[in-house]
């Protein structure tokens, strides 16, 4: 078993004659991050799972005007970072290299997230816990490198099922609203059928990790995932399927000025999705370290464009490893 647990954060403050003459504004920035790793292996079978959660907040000094042309200036807590995901792997070991088994990853968030720091009412909502959520099941085999200095492992599975979920009724609502007679998604994740809250596809996956410490002393940690789906299986069994965007343009136009049933929507061709976590860490001493987080992610079902998220913190560090 493997638990790692980090606190970071930065605190900038200033007094009111400091920000009188230089400027300035008082702000908090706090991150945490739960990492559990468990292994159980008896014979030829193995079971790895693993938790993964991130939660950060910042506060910053925000103006809001109010009804009688006032202003007022307060702190307000905003979310920067929540997700958190949780895998199951069983697989049995075929050779030194190979093995064959399932992997079953869920991953969604933990609180409610809004449009901006000044609008954190129920109508500003978009995301909360399940919406979305994300369960992939997959199988097929993985390579382990018998290499140390490139310790890669590839998956690679044949017959995978992505199921998306938007359990609340009040966000999807919200985000249909908002489409009105867009082409692009609404931040509707791909759900577009009114009386559904999720959606299922079915093809292949592939996923590929690398994992390694550098140094005599561990200084230095990078680990780096990426994967893969693409549903086939569903996209040559989709209806009303129109590869040329012009002319899917015109036809979604048509449908728009017509009795708009959902069963004779016209669709493009489902695209692959593609995340990319990377995580670079740099220890300066047991307890203190530095980590640089980037995320890459597409999704066409959600965005028509690339997604990014990076991060640099500094904070406190804890790990416990039992082998």
């Known amino acids: 078993m493997e638990i790692n647990a980090d606190v970071q954060g930065s605190l900038t403050s200033y007094n009111d004659s400091w920000i009188a003459v230089s400027g300035g504004d008082n702000s908090i ?28 907040y910042n506060r910053m000094r925000v103006e809001t005007t109010n009804d009688d042309g006032s202003t007022d200036s307060n702190g307000v807590w ?35 997230g809004y449009v901006s720091r000044t609008e954190q009412e129920r109508k500003h909502l978009k995301s909360t816990f399940m919406t979305p959520g ?4 997959s199988f097929g085999f993985t390579y382990n ?3 140390k200095k490139f310790p890669i492992v590839i998956n690679l599975s044949p017959l995978s099922l992505n199921a998306t979920f938007a359990e609340s009724d009040w966000i999807l609502r919200l985000y249909m609203e908002k489409a009105g007679n867009e082409i ?8 577009e ?10 093809g292949s996956s592939i996923q590929i990790d690398f994992d390694r410490t550098f140094g005599k002393s561990n200084y230095l940690h990078y680990k780096t995932r990426i994967s893969g789906f693409y549903g086939w299986m569903t996209d040559l069994g989709q209806k009303n399927k129109i590869r040329d965007y012009t002319e899917y343009r015109l036809a979604y136009e048509k449908w728009l000025s017509g009795g708009q049933n959902i069963k004779d929507k016209p669709r493009l061709p489902i695209h692959p999705t593609v995340r ?48």
């Open 276 to 323: 990319w976590e990377n995580t670079l860490e740099i220890y300066a001493t047991k307890y203190i370290k530095t980590t640089l987080n980037f995320q890459l992610y597409y999704n066409r079902a959600q965005n028509l464009d690339v997604q990014t998220n990076t991060q640099l913190l500094v904070g406190l560090t804890y790990t416990f490893k039992n082998k």
């Open 145 to 147: 490198c018998p290499v």
């Open 134 to 137: 994300y369960l992939d099941i």
């Open 193 to 202: 059928d009114p009386d559904k809250t999720s959606k299922y596809e079915g």
């Open 29 to 56: 920035a706090l991150t945490a991050t739960l990492f559990l790793k468990h292994t159980f292996t008896k014979n030829l079978f193995t079971v790895e799972t693993i938790f993964n959660a991130k939660m950060g």
């Open 78 to 112: 905003f979310k920067n970072q929540d997700e958190f995901d949780i895998s199951v792997s069983p697989a049995f070991k075929m050779s030194k290299n190979w093995s064959y088994g399932s992997i079953f990853k869920f991953r969604s968030q933990f609180v409610n």
């Open 184 to 191: 692009k998604p609404a931040y509707s994740y791909g759900i």
